[in-house]
Nanobody, 122 residues
Framework: VQLQASGGGVVQAGGSLRLSCAASGRTFSSYAMGWFRQAPGKEREFVAGISWSGDRIRDVDSVKGRFTISRDNGKKTVYLQMNSLKPEDTAVYYC????????????????WGQGTLVTVSS
């Protein structure tokens, strides 16, 4: 499985962005998917996840009510809608596929995209 993340950019605080992660391969619909982010000098952290059937995995507290993960298995794409962005959301965002366990740890995922940079200005 190859993953291609896109949609990052520069946005003012309070604005919105939608990230996309397009997958190749025939087994996309059977994988749970996740979004992670990594800010400079910080560890990669889980943001949101979604099961193969579309059930959301519990979001990290810092994005609850602001970020929404969704997927379109027909398009082999997972999305992260980010609203009410804050400067602390600035990071490189990565999508990942095929997890085991809780699916909230980066070590549980097999496939990774290349990352897309989100910069939120104050």
């Amino acid at each position: 499985v190859q993953l291609q993340a896109s949609g990052g950019g520069v946005v003012q605080a309070g604005g919105s962005l939608r990230l996309s992660c397009a997958a190749s391969g025939r087994t996309f619909s059977s994988y749970a998917m996740g979004w992670f982010r990594q800010a400079p000098g910080k560890e990669r952290e889980f943001v949101a996840g979604i099961s193969w059937s579309g059930d959301r995995i519990r979001d990290v507290d810092s994005v609850k009510g602001r970020f929404t993960i969704s997927r379109d298995n027909g398009k082999k794409t997972v999305y992260l809608q980010m609203n009410s962005l804050k400067p602390e959301d600035t990071a490189v965002y990565y999508c990942a596929a095929d997890c085991g366990g809780s699916c909230r740890s980066w070590s549980e995922y097999t496939y990774w995209g290349q990352g897309t940079l989100v910069t939120v200005s104050s």
